[in-house]
């Protein structure tokens, strides 16, 4: 009737409520309509888990939530529901996430998307609940995707983007997204939670097709091949892993489209890049105190910038070859150990180092190893790092180029 109004078009946010990192994921994993969900809780990300549970209990979220007896049954259970079509969810943090490395690996072989949270968390002994990124990266070269975020937003925003990525035909291998323990996990920021309908626009439904466990749909997975096939299972992993990059850059865009213009770059986020001939590049909450120290020296007229990546994963190597190729001097912040490494440099260092090698006029590198076990980076320290950096630009040979960051006199 011409006197009828419209339908009204749904909005794209629902609501913006104080949310840790935690539970910005719990509700992510609601709005993603994930199936089965298994759990073993370790701090610092066991929050994740009492979220969905109350979700769950509440009527707001229709999942088989399971309780596991170990972290590695935990990521048994996901395995497997992944492998019969449903959408699944499993996370852990620091000796937690080692202790189950065995299924995870199986999960990467054997191309299944499980999504996971891993809430950073320094390795035992000596025990410590405080950030380090070596858990995660345990599984970097398994044929995990492997992103970290910054704030509660990003967090809640990549578990949508990464089922996106995970679950594409052309990818689907398993999904880890880590968060800097306490310094993301427990702090509170305001989180805008997007609308059910708008992320079903966005996230399409996961659909293993041909390759789904079904009585009807005979088929064979993980059989004992040995040097018969595992070349050939190895080379298509190799190829999914490669294919991502170009998934990633297409998940991004759709992101935008139907979220707003949230991501300008899908692998890395530059600050004050512009003109800059010394930044400073890390992984997840470090990017706080490094974009003020950048603000800060900006004001006095230090030509500084900050890089911080989110794709490990795979690694964005042309794009971040094309970014860092621009600048006179680079400070990578490893909050990592990778003791007796070339140079004995820190994990992050040695793959931007590698990244820049077929560069002709390559920029100087410095390597910071910084915060570990969850001690601070502060303000002050990054300024430090920035003046060490700007050093090195003018200095000649590698010695003393890996620097400890707040070490105890």
């Given at each position: 009737m011409a006197n009828e109004r419209a339908p009204k078009a749904e909005a794209v946010w629902e609501r913006r409520d104080l949310l840790t990192g935690c539970q910005a994921v719990a509700e992510a994993v609601r709005l993603a309509d994930v199936d089965v969900i298994a759990a073993y809780p370790i701090r610092p990300y066991t929050e994740v888990m009492d979220a969905i549970s109350k979700l769950i209990a509440d009527g707001q979220l229709d999942a088989e939530y399971v309780i596991a007896?170990?972290?590695?049954?935990?990521?048994?259970?996901?395995?497997?529901?992944?492998?019969?079509?449903?959408?699944?969810?499993?996370g852990s943090s620091g000796t937690g996430w080692c202790y189950g490395l065995e299924a995870l690996v199986v999960t990467a072989t054997d191309r299944l998307?499980?999504?996971?949270?891993?809430?950073?968390?320094?390795?035992?002994?000596?025990?410590?609940?405080?950030?380090?990124?070596?858990?995660?990266m345990m599984v970097r070269d398994v044929g995990f995707l492997l992103c970290w975020v910054t704030t509660p937003q990003e967090a809640l925003e990549h578990v949508l983007i990464g089922y996106r990525v995970a679950e594409d035909k052309g990818v689907q291998m398993p999904m880890a997204i880590a968060m800097d323990g306490a310094f993301l996990t427990h702090s509170q920021h305001m989180v805008d939670i997007p609308s059910l309908g708008t992320v079903r626009r966005y996230?399409?439904?996961?659909?293993?097709?041909?390759?789904?466990?079904?009585?009807?749909?005979?088929?064979?997975?993980?059989?004992?091949?040995?040097?018969?096939?595992?070349?050939?299972?190895?080379?298509?992993?190799?190829?999914a892993a490669r294919s991502a990059r170009t998934v990633i850059k297409e998940a991004y865009r759709e992101f935008n489209g139907v979220f707003g213009d949230r991501y300008t770059n899908p692998f890395f986020t530059e600050f004050m890049t512009e003109d800059a001939e010394t930044i400073l590049i890390g992984l997840g909450t470090v990017a706080a105190p490094g974009r003020t120290a950048?603000?800060?020296?900006?004001?006095?007229?230090?030509?500084?910038?900050?890089?911080?990546?989110?794709?490990?994963?795979?690694?964005p190597t042309e794009e971040l070859r094309a970014c860092l190729g621009r600048f006179r001097s680079i400070g990578v912040i490893d909050r990592d150990f990778a003791h007796g490494s070339p140079d004995d440099g820190g994990i992050l260092m040695e793959e931007v180092r590698s990244t820049l090698y077929p560069l002709d006029n390559r920029p100087v590198v410095v390597d910071f190893i910084a915060g570990l076990g969850g001690r601070d980076i502060s303000i002050s320290d990054c300024m430090a790092m920035f003046r060490l950096t700007q050093q090195a630009a003018s200095q000649?040979?590698?010695?003393?180029?890996?620097?400890?960051?707040?070490?105890r006199e």
């Amino acid at each position: 009737m011409a006197n009828e109004r419209a339908p009204k078009a749904e909005a794209v946010w629902e609501r913006r409520d104080l949310l840790t990192g935690c539970q910005a994921v719990a509700e992510a994993v609601r709005l993603a309509d994930v199936d089965v969900i298994a759990a073993y809780p370790i701090r610092p990300y066991t929050e994740v888990m009492d979220a969905i549970s109350k979700l769950i209990a509440d009527g707001q979220l229709d999942a088989e939530y399971v309780i596991a007896d170990s972290e590695h049954s935990q990521f048994e259970i996901v395995k497997h529901a992944s492998s019969v079509n449903a959408r699944t969810f499993a996370g852990s943090s620091g000796t937690g996430w080692c202790y189950g490395l065995e299924a995870l690996v199986v999960t990467a072989t054997d191309r299944l998307p499980v999504l996971y949270l891993v809430g950073n968390r320094a390795l035992d002994d000596p025990g410590a609940f405080g950030v380090e990124h070596n858990d995660a990266m345990m599984v970097r070269d398994v044929g995990f995707l492997l992103c970290w975020v910054t704030t509660p937003q990003e967090a809640l925003e990549h578990v949508l983007i990464g089922y996106r990525v995970a679950e594409d035909k052309g990818v689907q291998m398993p999904m880890a997204i880590a968060m800097d323990g306490a310094f993301l996990t427990h702090s509170q920021h305001m989180v805008d939670i997007p609308s059910l309908g708008t992320v079903r626009r966005y996230l399409r439904r996961y659909d293993l097709s041909k390759r789904r466990m079904h009585p009807d749909n005979p088929i064979s997975i993980a059989p004992q091949v040995n040097e018969d096939w595992v070349m050939e299972l190895r080379r298509q992993n190799w190829e999914a892993a490669r294919s991502a990059r170009t998934v990633i850059k297409e998940a991004y865009r759709e992101f935008n489209g139907v979220f707003g213009d949230r991501y300008t770059n899908p692998f890395f986020t530059e600050f004050m890049t512009e003109d800059a001939e010394t930044i400073l590049i890390g992984l997840g909450t470090v990017a706080a105190p490094g974009r003020t120290a950048v603000t800060r020296l900006r004001a006095i007229g230090e030509k500084v910038g900050y890089v911080s990546m989110r794709w490990f994963r795979p690694f964005p190597t042309e794009e971040l070859r094309a970014c860092l190729g621009r600048f006179r001097s680079i400070g990578v912040i490893d909050r990592d150990f990778a003791h007796g490494s070339p140079d004995d440099g820190g994990i992050l260092m040695e793959e931007v180092r590698s990244t820049l090698y077929p560069l002709d006029n390559r920029p100087v590198v410095v390597d910071f190893i910084a915060g570990l076990g969850g001690r601070d980076i502060s303000i002050s320290d990054c300024m430090a790092m920035f003046r060490l950096t700007q050093q090195a630009a003018s200095q000649a040979g590698m010695d003393g180029f890996v620097k400890w960051i707040g070490l105890r006199e």
